[in-house]
C-alpha cells in the first residue's frame, strides 16, 4: 500500500470527529480543517471526550488515549493538507458545499493523493468532476458512532481508478480494522438507499398518530431485533442530515418515497436536529 503517514479530515462535526479519532488511535497523524477557530476547539473537545469515553469503559490505555490526541492538529485553512497523504472529506452534506470543496482540495493537495468523501448520498463522479482528478476520489463512507461501527461502504465512481479503491479498501481494513461492502455510484449507495423511505415512513406513521413515537421504536427494537428504532435512528444521525440525504435521493430518483415528510421539515426549520442539538423527535 502507498505510504500513509498523514491524513486530512475536513468537517469534525458528529462524522468528522470520529474520523478523526479512529485514525489518530490507528497511529497516523491527522490534520482537520474546520471553519473557524472555535468550530476547531469543538470538534476537538468531541474527540477528547469520546477517547476518555473509551478510556473509562477500558477500550483503551490512557497513555494511548493522550497519545492519539498529540496526534491531531486542527486548522481553518483547507491549504494546511498540503502535506496529506490521503484526505477524507466529512463536512456538512450539501452538494454545492461539497462541490467547493473538492474544487480546493483538488488544487491544494499532491496529485497523487487520494480524496474520500465520507457523503451519505451525493454520487462519486459528482465530487470527482469537482475535484479535476476523478480517477483519485472515491466515497468512504463511515456509520456514527465511527469507533464502536465496523462497516465502512465503499464507492467507486465512474472514473474512480482501481488502484484508488483498492488504497481505500485496505486502508479502511489494514489500518482502521473495519470491514468494507462495495457499492455503485448512485445517489444514497446501499444504505441510505434503503434506510432513507424506511424513516420516512416511519415519521409519516407518527405524523398522523397511528401509534406513539415509543411505540414505533420500541416494535422495531423489539420486535425486529434492531438496537434502536427509526425516530431514535432519525435522532442519532441529525435530523437535517436525514432531511439533506433524502433531498438528494429525492433529485436523482423523484417520487413519493422520497419526499419529505412535514414534521421533519418542521423540525430542522425549528432548529431541532437530534441529540446533537439537545433534541428531536425526543428531548435528549
Ligand atoms: N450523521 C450520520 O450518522 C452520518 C453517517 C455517515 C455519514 N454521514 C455524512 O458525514 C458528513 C458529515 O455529517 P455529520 O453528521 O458529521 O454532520 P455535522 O453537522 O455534525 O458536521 C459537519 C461539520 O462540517 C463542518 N463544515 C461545513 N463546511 C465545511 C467546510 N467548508 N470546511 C470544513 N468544515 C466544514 C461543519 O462546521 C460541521 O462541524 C455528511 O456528508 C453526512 O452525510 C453522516
Same mark, same amino acid.
Given at each position: ?15 468528522? $470527529? ?10 497516523? =497523524?491527522?490534520? !482537520? ?16 471526550? $469520546? ?68 457523503? $451519505? ?39 474512480? $481508478? ?5 488504497? =481505500?479498501?485496505? !486502508? ?38 397511528? =401509534? ?68 428531536? !423527535?425526543?428531548? =435528549?
Amino acid at each position: 500500500m502507498q505510504d500513509i503517514r498523514r491524513v486530512g479530515v475536513v468537517g469534525s462535526g458528529l462524522m468528522g $470527529s470520529g474520523i478523526v479519532e479512529v485514525v489518530a488511535r490507528a497511529g497516523l =497523524a491527522v490534520t !482537520f480543517v474546520e471553519g473557524d477557530d472555535a468550530l476547531v476547539a469543538a470538534g476537538r473537545d468531541r474527540v477528547r471526550a $469520546s477517547l476518555e469515553r473509551a478510556v473509562a469503559r477500558g477500550k483503551l490505555g490512557a497513555g494511548d488515549g493522550d497519545a492519539a490526541l498529540g496526534r491531531i492538529e486542527g486548522v481553518t485553512d483547507v491549504g494546511a493538507l498540503a502535506e496529506a497523504d490521503l484526505v477524507i472529506e466529512a463536512a456538512t452534506e450539501d452538494p454545492a458545499a461539497k462541490g467547493a470543496i473538492f474544487a480546493r482540495l483538488g488544487a491544494e493537495t499532491r496529485p497523487e493523493v487520494i480524496l474520500a468523501s465520507n457523503t $451519505s448520498s451525493i454520487p462519486i463522479a459528482t465530487l470527482g468532476a469537482a475535484s479535476g482528478r476523478p480517477s483519485h476520489v472515491v466515497g468512504m463512507h463511515f456509520f456514527n458512532p465511527v469507533p464502536v461501527m465496523t462497516l465502512v461502504e465503499l464507492t467507486p465512481g465512474p472514473a474512480t $481508478s482501481e488502484a484508488t479503491y483498492e488504497l =481505500a479498501r485496505s !486502508f479502511a481494513r489494514d489500518v482502521l480494522g473495519k470491514t468494507t461492502v462495495r457499492s455503485s455510484d448512485e445517489a444514497g449507495f446501499i444504505v441510505n438507499r434503503l434506510l432513507i423511505p424506511y424513516l420516512y415512513d416511519a415519521i409519516r406513521l407518527y405524523e398522523r398518530g397511528f =401509534a406513539t413515537r415509543e411505540d414505533i421504536d420500541a416494535a422495531i427494537h423489539l420486535g425486529l431485533g434492531h438496537p434502536m428504532g427509526p425516530l431514535a435512528l432519525a435522532d442519532l444521525i441529525g435530523l437535517d442530515t436525514v432531511l439533506s440525504i433524502g433531498e438528494v435521493l429525492r433529485g436523482a430518483f423523484g417520487g413519493e418515497r422520497y419526499e419529505a415528510p412535514a414534521m421533519l421539515r418542521d423540525l430542522v426549520a425549528a432548529g431541532r436536529l437530534g441529540r446533537k442539538t439537545g433534541g428531536g !423527535f425526543y428531548d =435528549a
